[in-house]
T-cell receptor
Framework: AQKVTQAQTEISVVEKEDVTLDCVYE???????LFWYKQPPSGELVFLIR??????QNEISGRYSWNFQKSTSSFNFTITASQVVDSAVYFC?????????????FGQGTTLQVKP | SQTIHQWPATLVQPVGSPLSLECTVE??????LYWYRQAAGRGLQLLFY??????ISSEVPQNLSASRPQDRQFILSSKKLLLSDSGFYLC???????????FGPGTRLTVT
């Protein structure tokens, strides 16, 4: 069965520290998609990144970077030089291609608090 | 560009009352549409999804229902609300299953 585990419930860092949010997934399919979303206090989910299972290249976008490793079924998210505005709940999600529905399986989320 | 709207933003309803939450998408056609619920302090649970007008799939048995009367309109309903229906309801759309979902601003429902 599909499953996404975000073992870190809450993380607290001081501004300018680097922080990594872990995501481990389970799936039986060879074709799937992985996502990260940010949920600020306002509640709306903001899309950050999408990765398909055939693309293991790491990606960097400004202070954000993602490390996708199929060997360990992990898709970790690192924020470099964290800022107070990064404080939010971050969700990792999985979608399996064969279902053709785009249904997302979410992890429980990691609450990140960045202190000034 | 595409935008997704949800209303109302907040709602307080007594137990046993009906519910109707609306979601509309602009700037695209034939989107896949989704309703999620987020209980306080927890992750998101998929409730319904729709790949076309009149096509609704339910993920979780409950006293909620969904309808898609128009291509870009998705409605979540209940005839009689329960206390356990309280939560944050999010609507989302995607162009197809290979793409990311974009979420609306959400409706915060409190059942009293």
């Amino acid at each position: 069965a599909q499953k996404v585990t975000q073992a870190q419930t809450e993380i607290s860092v001081v501004e300018k520290e680097d922080v990594t949010l872990d995501c481990v997934y389970e799936t039986r399919d060879t074709t799937y998609y992985l996502f990260w979303y940010k949920q600020p206090p306002s509640g709306e989910l903001v899309f950050l990144i999408r990765r398909n299972s055939f693309d293991e290249q790491n990606e960097i976008s400004g202070r954000y970077s993602w490390n996708f490793q199929k060997s360990t079924s992990s898709f970790n998210f690192t924020i470099t030089a964290s800022q107070v505005v990064d404080s939010a709940v971050y969700f990792c999600a999985l979608s399996e291609a064969p279902s053709n529905t785009g249904k997302l399986i979410f992890g429980q989320g990691t609450t990140l608090q960045v202190k000034p | 560009s595409q935008t997704i709207h949800q209303w109302p933003a907040t709602l307080v309803q007594p137990v046993g009352s009906p519910l109707s939450l609306e979601c509309t998408v602009e700037g695209t056609s034939n989107p896949n549409l989704y309703w999620y619920r987020q209980a306080a302090g927890r992750g998101l649970q998929l409730l319904f999804y729709s790949v076309g007008i009149g096509q609704i799939s339910s993920e979780v048995p409950q006293n909620l229902s969904a309808s898609r009367p128009q291509d870009r309109q998705f409605i979540l309903s209940s005839k009689k609300l329960l206390l356990s229906d309280s939560g944050f309801y999010l609507c989302a759309w995607t162009r197809d299953f290979t793409y990311e979902q974009y979420f609306g601003p959400g409706t915060r429902l409190t059942v009293t």
